[in-house]
């Protein structure tokens, strides 16, 4: 039976041999072994696991939002007002990773699922580099929707919250 629990740092070499079979071919900061027990040990990452096996995981951090726009407070500003930011947390999905036997199975959309019901007042943001673009519809159905593109050149996606109220329906 799978259930998607809090990873625990005896649950850290299974998820470091899950990012490797995944063949992540680009460098970051957040896929060092070492940045990934820092985010067990904070509590950020959610395993789907079956017993003994490791589905896939996720994991997030606060976003500081002068890492895109490090000297220009207006535009940290406009980015803000742009989202529509009312002082929420910023959560940055850094990882969600699929044992390549289990993708496509729905399994990643369940830990999203999760994760969006643990922090539902969150703004989530993630990053996609141009070389994974085929990871975009995924996305697009966890309701991220473009931003616009980095320096680096990958695409910043940002997370539409449900709108409620009275408001929220577009016929009222």
Do not use: H
Request: some cysteine; proline content about 6%; overall charge positive.
């Amino acid at each position: 039976m799978q259930k998607i629990v809090t990873a625990q740092s005896r649950d850290l070499p299974a998820l470091s041999k899950c990012m490797r079979r995944s063949e992540i071919p680009f460098e970051s900061s957040f896929l060092s072994e070492e940045k990934l027990n820092e985010a067990i040990e904070e509590g950020r990452v959610s395993v789907l696991k079956d017993g003994a096996s490791l589905y896939g995981f996720a994991s997030y951090y606060d976003f500081p939002v002068e890492a895109i726009f490090p000297n220009s407070a207006k535009k940290q500003n406009d980015f803000l007002e742009s989202i529509g930011y009312r002082g929420e947390p910023l959560l940055l999905l850094e990882a969600v990773y699929c044992d390549p036997m289990r993708q496509r199975k729905g399994y990643a959309s369940l830990l999203l699922s999760s994760l969006f019901s643990k922090k539902k007042d969150a703004t989530y943001l993630t990053v996609l580099p141009m070389d994974r673009m085929e990871f975009l519809p995924f996305f697009k159905k966890a309701r991220f929707v473009p931003y616009g593109f980095l320096e680096s050149g990958a695409l910043l996606l940002v997370r539409k919250k449900k709108k409620e109220g009275l408001c929220s329906d577009p016929s009222f």
